[in-house]
């Protein structure tokens, strides 16, 4: 029996999808590319997620796994070895993962802004107006770079202490979730010119090793895809079965069948509204009915997102 085919949305300066893109290289697994632009209109993707504008997104037949977290869950179940949680055990790893990104994020991009400058006039402005809600707008940043600095380098403190014994990565011998967490925040800051700069200012000497052999796991076998291509998929294709539950009941006002919104609960709030399949502690699954595609089941983390009846 084959394997589902993998397809990825995604940009290439995305550090989220950077992140993706390793767990595919980790995995040495082959998937397919669907180049999207950095900013919306996304018509076609549209389509695919109702809305949701977070990048990357992947799209196995008619089933769409929406951030990161939920994405990196469904390689592990479908290609199990080698593993994302090798030597820390999956749970602590994904806490770290999901709280470090949160912690960090913001911190993070006020080094790259210091360092590389502004992007383009209609990048900072959809950051501001639709995605991250701050402006970060080099002149709007600048003054609070002491303080995104310090909590940068105290971050690569605690990374340089854990990796102080000698092991290749932060669980031991093999690379896992935790790294490819702690790494794409460090992708972004490094990525570009700027690189050797804020290596100095932050004083990654001591973990650019672990940062070299992270960035060697590469990103698996990929083959370019046309979006067009990737629609034809779901419309051909039906959501994988998956058994009606609520694993929270009373914790949200809705049960599986009811019509619901799910809007992530920090950047890009931006509410996806669908039929409530299934809940617990790990995943939400909601389907919507595209006029073209039909079918489709939209995957996401349970936590980051929030659950409302429609």
């Known amino acids: 029996m084959s394997s589902p085919r993998l397809i990825l949305h995604h940009y290439a300066s995305s550090p989220y999808a950077e992140k993706v893109r390793l767990a595919l290289g980790l995995k040495g697994l082959d998937w397919e590319s669907v180049e999207v632009a950095a900013l919306p209109p996304r018509p076609l993707l549209g389509a695919l997620t109702g809305g949701y504008r977070r990048i990357p997104v992947l799209q196995i037949g008619a089933d769409v796994f929406c951030d990161t977290h939920a994405i990196l869950a469904v390689l592990e179940r479908l290609h199990p070895a080698p ?16 709280g470090f990104e949160r912690d960090i994020w913001l911190a993070a991009i006020g080094v790259r ?6 992007g383009p006039a209609e990048f900072l ?8 809600y701050v402006d970060i707008s080099q002149a709007a940043m600048e003054p609070a770079y002491p303080r995104n600095a310090q909590r940068v380098a105290a971050w690569v403190a605690w990374l340089a202490e854990a990796l102080a014994d000698g092991r290749p990565f932060l669980g031991g011998a093999h690379a896992g979730a935790a790294d490819l967490s702690h790494f794409h925040p460090l992708w972004l800051m490094r990525h570009g010119p700027q690189a050797d700069a804020v290596d100095r200012a932050l004083g990654l000497a001591p973990v650019l090793g672990w940062y070299g052999r992270v ?9 370019d895809l046309a979006a067009e291509e990737a629609l034809a998929v779901a419309r051909d294709a039906a959501p994988e079965p998956i058994a009606r539950a609520n694993a ?5 006002a809705a049960a599986p069948g009811d019509r619901v919104t799910l809007t992530p609960d920090d950047f890009a709030r931006i509410p996806v509204e669908g039929t409530l399949v299934a809940i617990d502690h790990e995943r939400i699954v909601v389907r919507r009915d595209d006029p073209d595609l039909g079918a ?8 980051g997102f929030e659950v409302r009846g429609a």
Request: net charge positive.
């Open 296 to 303: 489709l089941h939209l995957h996401f983390p349970r936590a």
């Open 248 to 252: 929270v009941p009373g914790l949200i």
């Open 125 to 132: 402005r959809d950051r501001r107006e639709d995605y991250l």
């Open 83 to 98: 593993s994302l949680y090798p030597d820390l055990t999956a749970g602590l790893a994904k806490a770290l993962s999901f």
């Open 215 to 223: 960035a060697a796991l590469g990103h698996g076998r990929k083959r």
């Open 113 to 118: 802004v210091h360092f590389a400058g502004d």
